[in-house]
């Protein structure tokens, strides 16, 4: 082939590719065409901060004081004046039992103080008789030991009489069953014509002020926790969200585990008087240090349930991750679980997550 046929060849090759290329439309990409989008906003850094590890065990509110109420004779109800959720005062009448029975109890009593009151009063004569006959040796020193044995005797008999009348008396108050404190009423077991029996609860009373809130702690977790008498937990009740900032004070540690649950039961007093009892609540338990991630309320975006926060790269170019929300921490910010390291540059007061490739200017 002669040089001049090369020229040609060659030329004729070239001819498709630019033909291709006008055909297409195409030329060099504009540098405006591989930047994203710029959006301007303010930004906080992704902190790294020692905070108390804290584990939670759940309890059960119950009343500072709460008493249930029975009766010590068995006889058949004859009234109810409160029922559940009553208030009531130190002294007020809660319900009537027929009195028939302590009142026969009280009157059987009463007789035998009069049998032993009669019984002292023959026996201190004879012995005083006794006593004149000594004197005078017309009676002997047996004698006048066995009288003064019969009188001591009578005496004893009298006093064990008085108090027979005494807890038959105490019985027969139980007629009229009154409130031992001021609270309200928490729980009525008893109708008009159920038969009361000694140790059967009639009615449960419990106090109005001051709640406890009774938790189970593993003893593995005792043992981490230490606590003391005294000491201040954060305590949450799961039907009161609104009571953010609940403090609970132990006020009672058993001093050992219960053995068929192994845990213990510590109580904490709570200042809510107006809890209900039996509510559910939780207190977290310190065990120590650790460090965590934390960024502002405000650079969480949350879609569809799931929760992101947008980084500016070294570059500063925005760079959206996905992220685990922990709790709330104090000054308005809250706990990432996953997602960051801390030390990043995160963006505030997003709407949504920006484009792949937008750059941020720091407003």
Known sequence: MTAKNSIQLTSLLLIPTALIALTCGGSHPTETETEGATIHASVAKAERLEAAQEIEVFGTVEAEKTAAISVRVMAMVTAVRVKAGDEVRKGQLLLEIDPQASEGQLSQARGGLGQAEAGLALAERNYERFQALAESNAASELELDMARMQYEQAKAAVEQAQGAVSS?????????????????????????GDLAAPGRPLLVIESKEGRRLVVSIPESLMAQAKLQFGDDLRVSIDSRPDLTDLTGSVVEIPPGADPASHSFQVKLALDAPDLPSGATGRASIPTGMRTLIAVPEGAVLRRGGIQMVVVRTDDGFASTRVVTVGRDLPGEQVEILSGLTGGETVLMGLTAPPSAGTRVEVS
Do not use: I, L
């Open 168 to 192: 038959a008396s105490s019985v027969a108050g139980d007629s009229r069953v009154v409130a031992p404190f001021s609270g309200r009423v928490g729980r009525k077991m008893v109708e008009v």
